[in-house]
């Protein structure tokens, strides 16, 4: 669940659609510009683990944007958000043949939770 609730929110921070099927191979967005983004979205806090993608169907994306949901506070959070070449330098390849990004690429111990007022309001 948390897994489309990331690309519905994706598909509104990019002004995109969410693709056509729900498995959609290898991306999960297309913004108006045709630009097809992978989006993953994790519930974990901290710096362990990691966040897989299929090596088969990677180039298909031309965008990775990676999610964290906290639970507590209901929000969403955007860990990275690069371009495919970008975001493969971070990628490692597992025992079972996937690519992975670790967290620990990702999290940022010193990072501060945003105010309410660095939030733009808008009509």
């Known amino acids: 669940m948390i897994g489309r609730m990331g690309e519905l929110y994706v598909a509104m921070y990019t002004n995109g659609n969410m693709a056509d099927a729900v498995n959609e191979r290898g991306y999960d967005v297309v913004t108006k510009d045709n630009e097809r983004i ?3 979205t994790t519930a974990r806090i901290g ?5 897989a993608f299929n090596p088969n169907t990677l180039d298909l994306a031309d965008r990775v944007i990676i999610l964290r949901f906290n639970q507590e ?4 959070k955007i860990l990275l958000d690069a371009p495919i070449d970008e975001a493969k330098r971070l990628m490692t390849e597992r025992p079972d043949g996937k690519l992975s990004i670790a967290m620990s690429k990702l999290f940022n111990v010193d990072e501060k939770v945003r105010s ?3 939030i733009k309001v808008s009509k």
Not at 47 to 51: A, I, K, L, P, Q
Not at 73 to 76: A, T
């Open 38 to 40: 992978s989006v993953k």
């Open 47 to 51: 710096s362990t683990g990691f966040v």
């Open 73 to 76: 506070e209901m929000e969403l």
């Open 116 to 118: 309410d007022e660095q």
